[in-house]
């Protein structure tokens, strides 16, 4: 299980969490937490590619910006 803290450009308020929450939980990646600007999320790599990753939070409509393995 792979787990990262994504950053997130274009987040400002409940509402954007809220969606980056939603298309996340959609792509099968389990939401660990999510504030403005980030996500800390878990997934399996053998299921789901980083692409998939950066697709979800587009989805959202916002911007990936990297990522940092948590601990």
Known sequence: MTKEKIKIEGMSCNHCVMAVKR???????TVEAVGI??????????TISREMV???IEE????????????
Not at 37 to 46: P, Q, T, V, W
Not at 60 to 71: D, S, T, V, W
């Open 60 to 71: 959202a409509g916002f911007h990936y910006q990297g990522e940092e393995p948590l601990n």
């Open 23 to 29: 298309e996340l939980t959609n792509a099968q990646i």
């Open 54 to 56: 950066k697709q979800a």
């Open 37 to 46: 600007g980030f996500a800390d999320i878990a997934y399996d790599d053998k």
